[in-house]
């Protein structure tokens, strides 16, 4: 076989893709004075997969032993060699990742079937858990045997972020972090001696961080995507009580009470959303979460020795798919 032969054939199985805007930029690759063209297209922002099946032709690595760069030292040219080997390599490895299974073809990155990733942002309102639901020796239902105020009160808005990727069509991973306050004006159930009402604020808030994974029955694709998911969550915590208070000889002094800390545990979604075009997407969530903290009880002032952190969110929620 001659030199020319032998290079010939590592660019013969070379397919040029059929882009309109495509350029081409000449390559020599040069050995005992013969002279090979090979022509490469650039893609723009189209993915390469029909290069797969050269760049993984074992003729093509054995060509690399032909390049020469003129007026380099010996040493410089096997550097070279081996950088381009390793470029080689990596787009190599790249198009096989892209290319489809049966056939290269050329796909539109970041059309909705190619996009993988999602960031978004939520907002929505967060109920926490009713008193008949709430943990033993919570703070907040035992401060109702002498305060005034309606839990309820300590529902408020939320609002957060998170990404998203997806594993399959149907299997997608999630990390997010939302932010929750809410408060209450309370009352002693009775007044001080000059029957002035006794008054305190009570401020909850928490920042739950959050790992999950959601099913999507109908795939990532559909016009209407459900999806169900669970997960774990780490909720960063305060509760404080501030304002006037009476301590066991029934007198009033001011005061002010904090307990904080992070607390674990599991969160159960569930949700739709439509695409309202190739990057965006617009839908509703649910979200359960259930942890507990710990106040400190009476030692740090409080009725209770434990907070319950659990509730319950309604979410609404746009992604961008990227």
Known sequence: MTPSQDTSDATSNIQTPNHQNAKSCPIRWRRLGFCVRLEV????SWKFCELAPFLLNKKCIEALDLLQW??????????LRWGVRAVVGVLAAAAVSTAAPVEAQIVRVGSTSESRQAFGFTLGYFKVK???????DDVIFNNQGSLLFDTDDFNAATFGAEYLFALTDYIELGAGISYYQGST????????????????ELKFRQIPMSATARFLPLGRQGSIQPYIGA??????????????????????????FVAKGTSVGPVILGGVRIPVSDMWTVGGEFRWHR???????????FLGDKIDLGGTTWNFAVHFRF
């Open 185 to 200: 004006p309370s009352i002693y159930r009775f007044t001080d001696d000059d029957g002035i009402e006794i008054e305190q």
């Open 130 to 136: 009713g008193d008949d639901g709430r943990v033993d």
């Open 41 to 44: 297209w650039r893609f723009g």
């Open 70 to 79: 003129p007026g380099e030292s010996i040493m410089t040219k096997s550097v």
């Open 231 to 256: 997960g774990i969550t780490a909720i960063n915590w305060r509760y404080t009580e501030t304002g006037d208070f009476v301590d066991f000889e029934d007198l009033v002094f001011p005061g002010r």
């Open 291 to 301: 942890a507990e903290g710990d106040t400190g009880g009476l030692d740090e002032g």
